[in-house]
């Protein structure tokens, strides 16, 4: 950790020496700290200091720790503030309690301090990613995602206003601005997918504008247009000089820049199609895949999978079958962060540490553990420095056909449903494990789940319960668990589940899609 950016933690706790001792060892490692003895004197720090992560007692005085995180959950500015509860508590009710009402983690006291520090670094180190891949996106950006975003940057206001109206008007998204300083920082803040500039402007002219934008890796490439009331051979050859899409003079009127900027919209996405096709080439000439194309067969247990790549581009979601034996069979759904071929990247080498961490498993283990196998994953991954700064999220079972026993383990992942046809409800398994790659060790543990036939297990990734309605509602879980639960027994989960979904998004989708249904078979 950089001493120059110490991390800034709040202790929150009602004993002295408890926040004295957790301080000292947190100062140790160079986080730099600050305490409050009850709720009150927390909110007060919240307000008034940058915190980047807290650290709370739940049997407090007054307010106690549930109800405090879940008030500063409501504020805005801290939806995703790492937060750590710390308590004498440690059954599965307080787990549960901690988690729903917007925890991150818990630790029970007595506490080991290396356990402790290992959890503050992890959730320290998943904000960062967090912040580096942009990884919660607004519901606008979701939205306007699709929209061709265009800067017009024009010191005449009366034409720059008739060139953004008719561009808003055939369905672009422009931001009109008066200058080029003003359209530069702009650029490098909201890169468009179109720069449309006048020439002639006071201070720094379109020419200048133009090889700034040229000197920035980043914004180089952006297709730009000069519009202008200079007709002349020499300003015109200038301007391709510097490697401009097309010219526009201005008397030529709205609807040819409209029409210019539509057919360089319609170039970009037949060029986008070109490089996604000879990709998807590329990827099957490897044969390299991370989704298998057909479903496994084994007696006792009907598993099926449904997956859809975002924009038709493989992405981060990987699921994998391996029959360990004559009698059981481990499932595999992983979610990298990011989406198409940067995430996907990085889920073929997830999907090969997990195999090698399966093989290892069939060679070295006579009871099969998913915890285990979760953990050789985790190790490797935390000791690859390029593939541990990426966020992932792996969920395996394995399935016993003559018990109809299945064992599962998580990390970082999201609950997996059960449908109980017997008790008549849909019953959510949560793990406890960490997100893999962030601590040497990953704290993974193993659900025993017993199921009756008919019964059926629902796994998924985050862009099933993070796809939205047309009125922007996310689909969520206790949405999801309440279309689970009024399926008739007659119906097959996949089927049913993915109708469902189709209609409550009207098939649009805001990320890798990947589901998997389980059930138990006489």
Known sequence: MSQSEPKNILIIDDDLTIRKLIGFHLRKKDY???????????????????????????GMEGMDGFTFCKKVRENEKHRVLPFIFVTAKSSYEDKEKALD?????????????????????????RTEIYKTYGAKKSIEH?????????????????????????????????????????????AKKNPPDIIISDIMMPKVDGFE??????????????????LTS??????????YDLGI????????????????VSAIIKSLGKERQKVV???????????????????????????????????????????????????????????????????????IAYAGYV?????????????????????????????????????????????????????????????????????????????????LGFAADGFFEDSVIEMKDDDFLVLMTDGIIESRNESGVPLGSDNLAKMINIMPKANDPLDYIQTQFSTFTNNRYEDDISLITIRATS
């Open 209 to 226: 504008f133009r090889r700034r934008l040229l000197n920035d890796s980043d914004l180089k490439s952006i297709p730009f247009i000069f």
């Open 277 to 347: 096709s000879e990709l998807h080439k590329a990827a099957d000439v490897l044969r390299v895949k991370v989704v298998p194309d057909n479903y496994p067969s084994f007696p006792g247990f009907q598993i099926k999978h449904w997956h859809l790549p975002f924009k038709g581009i493989p992405g981060g979601d990987f699921i994998d079958y391996f029959e360990l034996n004559n009698d059981l069979m481990a499932v595999v759904l992983g979610d990298v962060m990011g989406k198409k071929w940067g995430a996907w990247y990085f889920a």
């Open 355 to 435: 195999r090698s961490a399966i093989r290892s498993a069939l060679q070295n283990s006579k009871e099969y553990s998913p915890k285990t196998i979760l953990q050789n994953v985790n190790q490797s991954v935390y000791q690859d420095a390029k593939i541990s700064e990426v966020f992932a999220t792996l969920s395996i079972l394995i399935l016993d056909k003559r018990s109809k026993v299945v064992k599962y383990s998580g990390a970082g992942d999201l609950p997996i449903m059960l449908k109980d046809f017997q008790s008549n409800e849909v019953k959510v398994i949560k793990s406890d494990g960490m997100l």
């Open 101 to 125: 009402s917007g925890g991150d983690d818990l630790i029970s006291k007595p506490f080991d301090v290396q356990e402790l520090l290992l959890k503050v670094q992890a959730l320290l180190r």
């Open 245 to 260: 899409t097309d010219y526009v003079l201005k008397t030529a009127g709205p609807r040819v820049v409209v029409a210019k």
């Open 32 to 58: 730099h700290t600050l305490e409050a003895s009850d709720a009150n004197e927390g909110f007060e720090i919240l307000e008034n200091q940058k915190i980047d992560l807290v650290l709370c007692d739940v």
């Open 142 to 186: 979701a939205i306007q995602e699709d929209i061709p975003k265009i800067l017009l940057v024009d010191d005449d206001l009366s034409l720059s206003k008739l060139f953004h109206y008719n561009l808003t008007k055939a369905g672009f998204d422009c931001t009109s601005l008066n200058s080029a300083e003003e359209g530069l920082v702009e």
């Open 230 to 239: 200079k007709g002349g051979e020499e300003d015109i050859l200038e301007g």
